[in-house]
């Protein structure tokens, strides 16, 4: 069983992206990865906050698209579903993603979907290369879901 909490920080809107999207691309990315239960949230906001994040956290002051934070070992003791983290997502990053790479919001949002997804199970990369085994994976992951979808 998977929980799955999503929202929106004031004055980001959820027109350009429906919940029931999200919840779905993301159980579909749970169950490609094998992963048969966990709770996690998913939170869009704006460049000026994802950056905020990011300067404090990762210490870039730049906006990003995604950001993960990944619960603490232990961190929930006593939960029994595992808590897997955080996906924090600029929707101002995501709509400039889908210009710079000529691609619909729904692709973009399923491929950082499981971007995310992969950095809160333990996956990482060094470099944005294509031929990253986490890259290889994502890309292996987000056709499956497109292909499902239709």
Known sequence: MYTIDVSFE????SDDIPLSDVENILEKTLKALDVKE??????????ERIRTLNREY???????????????E???????TPVLGDLVISVDDLKENCDYFSVEMSEELIRLLVHGTLHLLGWDHTTNDQSEPMLVMQEKVVTAIQKERG
């Open 38 to 47: 966990g709770e996690l949230s998913v939170t869009f906001v704006s460049a």
């Open 10 to 13: 004031s004055g980001q809107s």
């Open 58 to 72: 990762r210490f870039k002051d730049e906006s990003t698209d995604i950001l993960s934070f990944v619960a603490k």
């Open 74 to 80: 232990g961190e929930f003791g006593g939960i029994e």
